[in-house]
């Protein structure tokens, strides 16, 4: 089945480690995103990448780092310097900058 | 900057209605605008597209139109279902760059 998964579905993590989130897809897809969501706040953008080994500033990518190393996978960092980790993230891939977007299911990540 | 805005966090209807949401952008026309749905604790699920020079697009119990004079787009179910009850986002493109989401609105249908 072609898609977009995200690993794990729930992730807890004491205040000031980094943690990283997983992202894969296997729709050969060139660009990539990563989102946050809060209540109320809709769909932030944090990173995205259009080909492998770019990727460019979303609104809110403070405390965030990415990477882009494969087409099929880009991993999304949360660091410690990010104030307020806690949120769902979500992740999406599409054709092009653009297009129809294709979303994984999530993680939910709570910082402790 | 581009903006995109629902003004309605909430709508609340009964079934067998029509549900219309409102999607307002600033600035210049996008080429297109897209509109997803998005059920509580998963990822958003995209539904249509309607392109600027496009007044109105149909799929099933969807329709979309796109009114570049009110910088508007609505988006209508008809003969709505409790199955329906979700928050649906709209987005526009960018050029270049990702989609610009709305903060969505979340419709309940009720039985």
């Known amino acids: 089945d072609g898609g977009i998964t995200q690993s794990p579905k729930y992730l807890f993590r004491k205040e000031g480690q980094n943690v990283t989130l997983s992202c894969e897809q296997n729709l050969n897809h060139d660009a990539m995103y990563w989102y946050r969501q809060d209540p109320g706040q809709g769909l932030r953008l944090i990173y995205y990448s259009q080909i492998v080994n770019d990727f460019q500033k979303g609104d809110i990518a403070e405390g965030y780092s990415v990477s882009r190393e494969k087409k099929e996978s880009f991993p999304l960092t949360v660091t410690s310097a990010q104030k307020n980790p806690t949120a769902f993230y979500l992740c999406?891939?599409?054709?092009?900058?653009?297009?129809?977007?294709?979303f994984g299911p999530g993680t939910r990540l709570t910082v402790l | 900057s581009q903006k995109i805005e629902q003004n309605s966090e909430a709508l609340n209807i009964q079934e067998g209605k029509t549900a219309t949401l409102t999607c307002n952008y600033t600035?210049?026309?996008?080429?297109?605008l897209q509109w997803y749905r998005q059920d509580p604790g998963r990822g958003p699920v995209f539904l249509l597209l309607?392109?600027?020079?496009?007044k109105e697009k149909r799929k099933e119990r969807l329709k979309v139109t796109f009114d570049t004079t009110l910088k508007q787009s609505l988006f209508h179910i008809t003969a709505s279902q409790p199955a329906d009850s979700a928050t649906y986002l709209c987005?526009?493109?960018?050029?270049?760059?990702?989609?610009?989401f709305g903060k969505g609105t979340t419709l309940s249908v009720s039985s």
């Open positions: 999406a891939s599409s054709i092009g900058a653009g297009n129809e977007q294709f």
């Open positions: 987005a526009r493109n960018q050029a270049g760059t990702a989609l610009i």
């Open positions: 600035n210049y026309s996008p080429a297109y």
């Open positions: 309607i392109r600027e020079n496009e």
